[in-house]
């Protein structure tokens, strides 16, 4: 931005793209903030510099937001955000107001990562801050101990068979907690993600360490083996990095 001496039009703009009028509703948005910068006197190269990068360049899938700073004529910063700004904004100054975009900015955060079943499980580890990569496997905890699936009938043999299997997830559940807390504390995690199936991350969530469960969160998400829905399982840590990091700046103030 050093290219420009200003002043700098600053524009927060929601570019979600979701319903069939995203593109009418995305151009209604930005000639709100048009006329916004236009009556604080904007010049009119770098308005027109502006509505070239919103209304002609790439367009996103979902939910998203978008900063773009602009001085001279020129765009000198354009940049997608994870989520749309509340509210949307328009600023001409002698600075640009990057102060938002900072705030939207995951801080560095190690995440420990957990695909659990009844079977055991995989640990996996993220750097939300890190946008070019998504959680990486370091461990895979799956039991051999046999049976883990409980069979139909009736009786004593039938009882017996239930608590084996019932003994058994417990026992391979309270096995990959261990690692688990192991892990966080080796890389310092303040964010441990839990996601498969619900009965399993709640046994292994009330089985975790003091420190583990205490940044533990729980998503929605299939539990699948890596490579298989790891883009929407990336997009789940982040937004749960997100959330952790908004919950710690708002304990420190």
Do not use: C, F
Not at 27 to 55: G, H, K
Not at 129 to 157: F, N
Not at 181 to 189: I, L, N, Y
């Amino acid at each position: 931005m050093s290219r420009a001496a200003g002043p700098y039009a600053t524009v927060y703009l929601d570019v979600s793209h979701e319903t069939e009028d995203a593109e009418h509703a995305l151009r209604l948005r930005w000639q709100e903030l048009r006329s916004a910068l236009e009556a604080q006197d904007a010049d009119l190269s770098t308005l027109a510099a502006l509505e070239d990068a919103v209304l002609g360049g790439p367009r996103v899938v979902g939910r998203a937001g978008r900063v773009l700073v602009a001085g001279s004529g020129e765009v000198l910063l354009d940049r997608v955000l994870a989520e749309p700004p509340d509210p949307p904004s328009a600023s001409w100054a002698s600075v640009p107001d990057l102060l938002p975009m900072l705030l939207d900015l995951p801080e560095p955060m190690t995440a420990v990562v957990v695909r659990v079943d009844k079977n055991g499980g995989e640990i996996l580890l993220a750097d939300p801050s890190d946008p070019g990569t998504g959680p990486e496997a370091v461990e895979d905890v799956t039991s051999a101990r046999h049976p883990l699936h409980k069979v139909r009938g009736g009786g004593w043999k039938h009882l017996k068979m239930q608590h084996t299997v019932e003994n058994t997830w417990r026992s391979n559940v309270s096995e990959l907690a261990e690692r688990v807390d192991r892990h966080v504390s080796e890389a310092g995690a303040r964010l441990v993600v839990l996601a498969g199936e619900t009965q399993s991350r709640k046994l292994l969530l009330d089985n975790l360490g003091e420190r583990a469960a205490r940044y533990a969160v729980e998503i929605e998400h299939s539990g699948a083996p890596s490579g298989a829905g790891d883009e929407e399982l990336a997009a789940a840590v982040d937004r749960a990095a997100r959330d952790a990091s908004s919950r710690e700046r708002y304990a420190e103030l």
